[in-house]
Every structure is written in structure tokens, then in C-alpha cells.
């Protein structure tokens, strides 16, 4: 053989690595998928109430320390309410959490944050759980949502 030749192996066909038996039906799949959709989300529904206890901890930890590491650890619960509630059932709670993220990120950080803005969305968020409006709400609740919008883009503008 010349010097710097290599003998290539053919590859292994995909073919031989997929695991053969029984074809999975999707439709057991899906439910099955569904089922853990639904326990999480009423895990979240359940732990809810805690949640908003903590939030309310931390306002009042904030408003007496205005401190960032602590408006941080308001920001961070309800950003991640935020990224759970539509996925399980709240999109409002998603809606207003985004809101309140908004304001948090695209405010002037030279500014102090008005804690009636954070009292706002977190009226807001427990009346959403508190009435356990799911999916889009009614016409109020989407009235309310775009009241906060409404704040929000008003308070950055400012």
C-alpha cells in the first residue's frame, strides 16, 4: 500500500442502530404526554399560593431596602411565572408577567423603580389565580392586561 493511503470503512447503516419492535402508537403518546401536561400544571396551579406569598415577601424586602439583589429576586419568580403559565393553562399570568419583565429590562436603570408598578402587576397576577381565569380571560381581564401594558409603556417613556 502507498505510503499515506487509508483504508476507509464503509459506515454503519442508521438502519442497524434503530431499535425494532413494537411501533409506538401516538395516539397513547400524545395522551400520555397530555397526562404529564396536566399533572404539571396543577402542580403549578398548587404551588401558586406559595408563590404569591413569597412575592409578597419580597416587596416588602425590597420597598424597605431598595436593593437590586432583591428587586432581582422579584424579577426572577416572576419571570419565571411568566415562562410557565401559558405552557400551563395561565396565558394571562404569562401576559402580565411580561409586562412586569418589560418594565424591569427596558427602564432607565438610573431611575428608581416605582414599587406601584410591581403592586399593580402582582394585583393583578394573584387576581388572576385567585379566580383561576385560564386561557385568555374575559373582557376585563384583557382590559386590565392592557392597562398594565399601557403603564409600562408610559412609565419607559417617560
Known amino acids: 500500500m502507498a505510503s499515506g493511503a487509508q483504508i476507509m470503512e464503509p459506515p454503519t447503516k442508521l438502519a442497524n442502530k434503530v431499535r425494532r419492535g413494537s411501533p409506538i402508537d401516538p395516539k397513547k403518546a400524545i ?50 411565572l411568566r415562562g410557565q403559565g401559558t405552557t400551563l393553562g395561565y396565558p394571562l399570568i404569562s401576559r402580565i408577567g411580561s409586562s ?41 381581564s384583557q382590559q386590565v392586561a392592557t392597562a398594565l401594558e399601557h403603564v409600562v409603556t408610559q412609565e419607559l417613556q417617560s
Open 31 to 80: 395522551a400520555k404526554a397530555d397526562a404529564v401536561i396536566a399533572d404539571v400544571a396543577k402542580q403549578f396551579e398548587d404551588s401558586l399560593k406559595d408563590e404569591f406569598v413569597e412575592l409578597d415577601r419580597l416587596l416588602v424586602i425590597y420597598k424597605e431596602t431598595k436593593s437590586a439583589e432583591d428587586l432581582d429576586a422579584l424579577f426572577r419568580r416572576i419571570h419565571n
Open 100 to 140: 412586569f419583565c418589560r418594565y424591569m429590562i427596558e427602564r432607565d436603570q438610573t431611575q428608581p423603580v416605582r414599587p406601584s408598578i410591581i403592586e399593580q402587576h402582582l394585583a393583578a397576577l394573584r387576581c388572576v389565580y385567585q379566580q383561576r381565569i385560564e386561557n385568555t380571560g374575559d373582557a376585563v
